[in-house]
């Protein structure tokens, strides 16, 4: 099983970016479908990006695409999120989840089946 470690969340203004890294331990991260989801206190967990194993397909949520980029290094063992004009709506708690079997990008959080402990983002006005 794998063991998710997320970083890179902190405060920043309307309009700026952040880079979220996702650090997987385990030797089959490669064979792992990549997801990041967010939750703001109160609400549900909502997807927010995935990337296939290879990183040949990506797919977004309609509310970040065109700001959010999300990509892979397998030889690092890590997925990436790059978040630029962010806004405060982007507050909330960011996870790392991945994968193991997916013959499909999911966008249930309930398909995920390792997940990270989270890390803060915190858009101001």
């Known amino acids: 099983q794998a063991q998710l470690v997320e970083s890179g969340g902190g405060l920043v203004q309307t309009g700026g970016s952040l880079r979220l890294s996702c650090v997987a331990s385990?030797?089959?991260?490669?064979?792992?479908?990549m997801g990041w989801f967010r939750q703001a206190p109160g609400k549900e967990r909502d997807f927010v990006a995935a990337i296939t194993r290879s990183g040949g397909m990506t797919y977004y949520a309609e509310s970040v695409k065109g700001r959010f980029t999300i990509s892979r290094d397998n030889a690092k063992n890590t997925v990436y999120l790059q978040m630029d004009s962010l806004k405060p709506e982007d507050t909330a708690v960011y996870y790392c989840a991945a994968d193991r079997d997916a013959p499909l990008i999911y966008t249930d959080y309930k398909k995920y089946d390792y997940w990270g402990q989270g890390t803060h983002v915190t858009v101001s006005s």
């Open positions: 385990g030797d089959t991260f490669r064979s792992y479908t």
